[in-house]
């Protein structure tokens, strides 16, 4: 499998530079089709007969969110080509971005986004769960760069786990360094063998993949936190974990670890439900 097709959420904020250029860069790495898209939600007006000039306020600040989306993905393209992407186009649309986002990446191998910020909900939590691809989170604060060369894998030896691992073997192939972290993994329980992450080791291997297996045990661990902590000590540059939840109604009900990590990432996660 090699990523042919990614697509890259663009809006008009200040973090969106960072995500487009390590979109980018992992196109360029792959020689994949680069999709940018814009997204502007639907103007709302509220239903209870508000006065005409409120309409027109709501209106003319639609429009502006509209015109400064519309110029983003415009300008996106000449960003992608100058960076060296050969393939590459934009798109604009109007709806909400969590389903449009998902249903544009339906088509694509990969779908790159940014980490929300503290005061909003983000579309990365409902995409995880919802989009049927592998989501690659860009942080906040991040100073775009390679990523890849040095890999930590959180193992569970879940379905979640194993989803994320295998949509991550076109890095893990590349990687000079992989690290399967296994968290209190007990022998012959919960899908792991003799010796936990060693299965998974051998699989990798035959991908010719080389991982070192990290065992990790203890009372009182919190998972999120220490595989964050774990890829800090490793200087990895990447972290590919599954992501634990469901969508409730019209409520995400996000696993403790995947809540943590997407709240306080600092280097790229890619994430498969």
């Known amino acids: 499998m090699a990523y042919k097709t990614i697509l ?9 530079r960072a995500r487009v250029e390590q979109g980018c860069a992992v196109a360029v790495a792959y020689d994949a ?27 003319e600040q639609w429009e502006l969110d509209r015109g400064a989306r519309a110029a983003v993905a415009e300008e996106f393209v ?32 990969l779908i790159v986004v940014g980490q929300a910020s ?6 990365a939590q409902s995409l ?4 049927g691809r592998p989501v690659l989170i860009v942080p906040r604060d991040y100073e775009p760069r390679r990523v890849g060369e040095h890999v930590l894998v959180a193992w ?15 890095i893990l192939s590349r990687a000079s360094q992989v690290d399967v972290l296994t968290v209190n993994a007990e022998p012959r329980r919960e899908g792991h ?11 990798l291997t035959r991908h010719g993949v080389r991982a070192n297996v990290l065992q990790t045990s203890g009372d009182d661990i919190d998972v999120g936190e220490w595989l964050l902590s774990r890829a800090a000590d490793l200087a990895s540059d990447l972290v590919v974990m599954g992501a634990y939840g ?20 600092t280097v790229p996660v890619l994430m498969s439900h």
Do not use: Q, W
């Not at 503290?118 to 579309?123: M, S, T, V």
């Not at 569970?156 to 076109?170: G, V």
């Open 8 to 16: 890259l959420h663009l809006d008009s904020s200040d973090r969106c």
């Open 33 to 59: 089709h680069l999709v940018g898209l814009a997204v502007v939600p639907p103007l709302n007006i509220p239903g209870t007969s508000p006065a005409e000039m409120v309409v027109d306020m709501l209106s």
């Open 78 to 109: 000449a960003k992608a080509r100058a960076s060296g992407v050969s393939k590459v186009e934009s798109r604009f649309v109007v709806g909400f971005p969590e389903n449009e986002v998902a249903l544009h990446g339906r088509y694509a191998d």
């Open 118 to 123: 503290p005061k909003e909900g983000g579309i």
């Open 128 to 131: 995880v769960l919802n989009a």
């Open 156 to 170: 569970n030896a879940s379905r979640e786990a194993t989803r994320a691992l295998t949509d991550a073997l076109p």
């Open 193 to 203: 063998g003799e010796l936990p992450g060693a299965d998974i080791a051998l699989y």
């Open 246 to 265: 469901h969508s409730r109604l019209r409520e995400l009900v996000l696993g403790g670890a995947t809540r943590t990590v997407l709240e306080s990432m």
